[in-house]
Protein backbone atom coordinates (compact mmCIF):
# COMPACT_ATOMS: atom_id res chain seq x y z
CA UNK A 1 0.00 0.00 0.00
CA UNK A 2 1.21 3.39 -1.40
CA UNK A 3 -0.08 6.89 0.05
CA UNK A 4 -0.37 10.11 -1.67
CA UNK A 5 0.77 11.68 1.64
CA UNK A 6 3.63 10.37 1.74
CA UNK A 7 4.98 12.32 -1.28
CA UNK A 8 6.97 14.56 0.23
CA UNK A 9 11.08 14.44 -0.32
CA UNK A 10 12.66 14.00 2.53
CA UNK A 11 15.75 16.19 1.56
CA UNK A 12 13.66 18.89 0.85
CA UNK A 13 10.23 18.95 2.94
CA UNK A 14 8.95 22.04 1.40
CA UNK A 15 9.41 20.32 -1.96
CA UNK A 16 5.73 19.80 -3.10
CA UNK A 17 5.52 16.02 -4.75
CA UNK A 18 2.23 14.74 -6.02
CA UNK A 19 -0.65 15.07 -3.42
CA UNK A 20 1.76 15.67 -0.83
CA UNK A 21 1.21 17.43 2.62
CA UNK A 22 0.53 19.96 2.06
CA UNK A 23 -0.48 19.60 -1.23
CA UNK A 24 -2.79 16.59 -0.34
CA UNK A 25 -4.82 19.01 2.03
CA UNK A 26 -5.25 21.12 -1.42
CA UNK A 27 -5.86 18.39 -4.36
CA UNK A 28 -8.80 16.63 -2.03
CA UNK A 29 -10.63 19.87 -1.46
CA UNK A 30 -13.26 19.03 -3.70
CA UNK A 31 -14.63 16.56 -1.47
CA UNK A 32 -16.79 19.09 0.42
CA UNK A 33 -20.00 17.35 0.05
CA UNK A 34 -20.45 15.09 2.74
CA UNK A 35 -21.06 11.08 1.43
CA UNK A 36 -24.57 9.80 3.24
CA UNK A 37 -23.44 7.75 5.93
CA UNK A 38 -20.44 7.91 4.81
CA UNK A 39 -19.01 6.38 8.34
CA UNK A 40 -21.68 4.64 9.53
CA UNK A 41 -19.80 1.88 8.04
CA UNK A 42 -16.56 0.12 7.85
CA UNK A 43 -14.83 0.57 4.27
CA UNK A 44 -14.29 -2.68 2.25
CA UNK A 45 -10.68 -3.43 1.40
CA UNK A 46 -10.38 -1.94 -2.07
CA UNK A 47 -10.06 -4.20 -5.50
CA UNK A 48 -11.22 -7.63 -6.60
CA UNK A 49 -9.63 -9.77 -9.33
CA UNK A 50 -12.01 -9.99 -12.11
CA UNK A 51 -12.79 -11.69 -15.04
CA UNK A 52 -9.87 -11.45 -18.21
CA UNK A 53 -12.39 -9.71 -20.10
CA UNK A 54 -13.04 -7.30 -17.30
CA UNK A 55 -8.70 -6.87 -17.58
CA UNK A 56 -9.10 -6.55 -21.40
CA UNK A 57 -12.01 -3.92 -21.54
CA UNK A 58 -10.84 -1.68 -18.79
CA UNK A 59 -6.70 -1.82 -20.79
CA UNK A 60 -8.41 -0.98 -23.63
CA UNK A 61 -10.58 1.72 -22.05
CA UNK A 62 -7.13 3.61 -20.53
CA UNK A 63 -5.27 2.60 -23.57
CA UNK A 64 -7.64 4.88 -26.11
CA UNK A 65 -7.84 7.68 -23.41
CA UNK A 66 -4.21 7.84 -23.47
CA UNK A 67 -4.18 7.49 -19.73
CA UNK A 68 -0.51 7.21 -19.77
CA UNK A 69 2.77 9.18 -17.62
CA UNK A 70 4.26 10.65 -21.36
CA UNK A 71 0.89 12.24 -22.08
CA UNK A 72 -0.03 13.84 -18.57
CA UNK A 73 3.03 15.12 -18.11
CA UNK A 74 2.99 16.38 -22.15
CA UNK A 75 -0.53 18.32 -20.72
CA UNK A 76 0.37 19.76 -17.68
CA UNK A 77 4.09 20.21 -18.63
CA UNK A 78 5.81 18.41 -16.00
CA UNK A 79 9.34 17.26 -15.62
CA UNK A 80 7.90 13.60 -13.97
CA UNK A 81 4.73 12.23 -12.74
CA UNK A 82 6.45 13.39 -9.33
CA UNK A 83 5.17 17.19 -9.95
CA UNK A 84 1.62 16.46 -10.17
CA UNK A 85 0.47 18.37 -7.34
CA UNK A 86 1.98 21.21 -9.01
CA UNK A 87 -0.69 21.78 -11.39
CA UNK A 88 -3.41 24.19 -10.97
CA UNK A 89 -6.04 22.08 -11.33
CA UNK A 90 -8.70 25.43 -11.15
CA UNK A 91 -6.30 27.09 -13.95
CA UNK A 92 -6.52 23.77 -16.39
CA UNK A 93 -9.37 22.10 -17.96
CA UNK A 94 -9.18 18.75 -19.94
CA UNK A 95 -12.44 17.44 -21.31
CA UNK A 96 -13.43 14.48 -23.09
CA UNK A 97 -12.36 11.18 -22.04
CA UNK A 98 -8.69 11.59 -20.64
CA UNK A 99 -9.81 14.31 -18.47
CA UNK A 100 -12.97 12.46 -16.88
CA UNK A 101 -9.97 9.82 -16.09
CA UNK A 102 -7.54 11.83 -14.67
CA UNK A 103 -10.04 13.96 -12.69
CA UNK A 104 -11.63 10.12 -11.43
CA UNK A 105 -8.45 8.72 -11.05
CA UNK A 106 -5.41 10.91 -10.73
CA UNK A 107 -7.06 13.53 -8.42
CA UNK A 108 -9.48 10.89 -7.14
CA UNK A 109 -12.53 13.50 -7.23
CA UNK A 110 -16.17 11.94 -7.26
CA UNK A 111 -17.80 12.48 -10.07
CA UNK A 112 -21.61 12.93 -10.89
CA UNK A 113 -23.35 9.56 -12.71
CA UNK A 114 -24.50 11.55 -15.78
CA UNK A 115 -20.85 12.73 -15.97
CA UNK A 116 -19.49 9.41 -16.32
CA UNK A 117 -21.91 7.23 -17.99
CA UNK A 118 -21.83 9.85 -20.75
CA UNK A 119 -18.37 8.80 -21.86
CA UNK A 120 -18.29 5.40 -20.30
CA UNK A 121 -20.06 2.30 -22.59
CA UNK A 122 -21.99 0.14 -19.93
CA UNK A 123 -20.13 -3.10 -20.25
CA UNK A 124 -16.78 -1.19 -18.92
CA UNK A 125 -18.15 0.65 -16.68
CA UNK A 126 -19.39 -3.39 -15.25
CA UNK A 127 -15.89 -3.59 -15.58
CA UNK A 128 -14.57 -1.06 -13.67
CA UNK A 129 -16.70 -2.21 -10.95
CA UNK A 130 -16.36 -5.81 -10.87
CA UNK A 131 -12.74 -4.88 -10.22
CA UNK A 132 -13.62 -2.70 -7.59
CA UNK A 133 -11.72 0.36 -9.60
CA UNK A 134 -14.86 2.81 -9.25
CA UNK A 135 -17.61 2.85 -7.30
CA UNK A 136 -21.49 4.20 -7.07
CA UNK A 137 -22.39 5.95 -3.81
CA UNK A 138 -24.99 8.70 -2.72
CA UNK A 139 -23.29 11.91 -1.90
CA UNK A 140 -25.35 14.59 0.17
CA UNK A 141 -25.79 17.97 -1.68
CA UNK A 142 -26.02 21.59 -0.38
CA UNK A 143 -29.36 22.20 -0.64
CA UNK A 144 -29.79 18.62 1.68
CA UNK A 145 -30.51 16.33 -1.20
CA UNK A 146 -28.34 13.29 -2.81
CA UNK A 147 -26.80 12.93 -5.96
CA UNK A 148 -25.52 9.71 -7.55
CA UNK A 149 -21.82 10.01 -8.25
CA UNK A 150 -18.73 7.49 -9.43
CA UNK A 151 -15.25 7.38 -7.06
CA UNK A 152 -12.13 5.23 -7.20
CA UNK A 153 -11.56 3.47 -3.96
CA UNK A 154 -8.12 4.25 -4.54
CA UNK A 155 -5.28 6.38 -5.60
CA UNK A 156 -4.96 5.26 -9.20
CA UNK A 157 -1.92 6.28 -11.94
CA UNK A 158 -0.09 5.28 -14.68
CA UNK A 159 3.90 4.49 -14.44
CA UNK A 160 5.99 3.14 -17.53
CA UNK A 161 3.75 0.45 -19.22
CA UNK A 162 1.76 -0.04 -15.35
CA UNK A 163 -1.53 1.48 -13.54
CA UNK A 164 -0.50 1.60 -9.95
CA UNK A 165 -2.89 1.46 -7.27
CA UNK A 166 -2.20 3.24 -3.91
CA UNK A 167 -3.66 4.35 -1.05
CA UNK A 168 -5.81 7.24 -0.73
CA UNK A 169 -4.87 10.63 0.90
CA UNK A 170 -9.04 10.77 2.60
CA UNK A 171 -12.12 9.17 2.41
CA UNK A 172 -14.09 10.48 -0.10
CA UNK A 173 -16.11 12.43 2.14
CA UNK A 174 -13.17 14.03 2.94
CA UNK A 175 -12.56 12.51 6.33
CA UNK A 176 -9.01 11.52 7.19
CA UNK A 177 -8.16 8.23 6.26
CA UNK A 178 -7.10 5.63 8.97
CA UNK A 179 -3.36 5.01 8.28
CA UNK A 180 -2.06 1.23 8.01
CA UNK A 181 1.05 0.63 9.53
CA UNK A 182 2.62 -1.09 6.10
CA UNK A 183 2.16 2.32 3.87
CA UNK A 184 4.67 2.90 1.44
CA UNK A 185 5.93 5.74 -0.75
CA UNK A 186 3.69 6.05 -4.21
CA UNK A 187 5.93 4.94 -7.36
CA UNK A 188 5.68 8.30 -8.65
CA UNK A 189 7.93 9.33 -5.53
CA UNK A 190 10.53 12.03 -6.67
CA UNK A 191 13.47 9.24 -5.58
CA UNK A 192 11.61 5.82 -6.64
CA UNK A 193 11.29 7.50 -10.33
CA UNK A 194 15.17 8.33 -10.16
CA UNK A 195 15.88 4.79 -8.98
CA UNK A 196 13.53 3.28 -12.12
CA UNK A 197 15.39 5.18 -14.16
CA UNK A 198 18.83 3.13 -13.41
CA UNK A 199 17.48 0.13 -13.77
CA UNK A 200 19.39 -1.80 -16.83
CA UNK A 201 17.17 -2.61 -19.57
CA UNK A 202 18.94 -5.58 -20.70
CA UNK A 203 18.03 -9.46 -20.61
CA UNK A 204 18.84 -11.10 -17.14
CA UNK A 205 17.78 -14.41 -15.93
CA UNK A 206 17.05 -13.34 -11.99
CA UNK A 207 16.20 -9.77 -10.74
CA UNK A 208 15.96 -8.98 -7.06
CA UNK A 209 14.03 -5.96 -5.75
CA UNK A 210 14.61 -5.04 -1.65
CA UNK A 211 12.91 -3.10 0.08
CA UNK A 212 10.57 -2.88 -2.80
CA UNK A 213 7.71 -0.33 -0.67
CA UNK A 214 4.90 -0.70 -3.85
CA UNK A 215 7.29 -3.15 -5.78
CA UNK A 216 7.25 -1.23 -9.13
CA UNK A 217 11.09 -1.77 -9.83
CA UNK A 218 9.94 -5.49 -9.73
CA UNK A 219 7.39 -5.29 -12.06
CA UNK A 220 9.47 -2.86 -14.24
CA UNK A 221 12.39 -5.96 -14.20
CA UNK A 222 10.10 -8.63 -15.00
CA UNK A 223 10.22 -6.86 -18.62
CA UNK A 224 14.00 -8.11 -18.66
CA UNK A 225 14.21 -10.70 -16.27
CA UNK A 226 12.89 -14.50 -16.43
CA UNK A 227 12.31 -13.92 -12.85
CA UNK A 228 11.68 -11.21 -10.96
CA UNK A 229 11.16 -11.26 -7.00
CA UNK A 230 10.21 -8.57 -4.72
CA UNK A 231 10.86 -8.17 -0.82
CA UNK A 232 9.80 -6.00 1.78
CA UNK A 233 9.49 -6.32 5.81
CA UNK A 234 5.74 -4.62 5.51
Not at 86 to 106: A, E
Not at 199 to 210: F, V, Y
Request: charged share 20%; glycine share 6%.
Amino acid sequence: VASPDLLTTPSNQDHQSPIGQPGATEVLSSFSPQMLQANSRPQDFPLRLGSAEDFVRVRALFRAAHFDDATICRIFALGDMSDIGSVDRKRIHISGMLGLLIRLFLFIEAIPRAEVDAFIDGLTLESLTSLDIIRLEKFGTEDGASIDKYYCPVWLYPIGEFLIASDRGRNPDGSTLVRMADIVFPAIYEGTLRFLRMIPKTPNETALDLCSGSGIAALMMSRYAKRAVAADIT
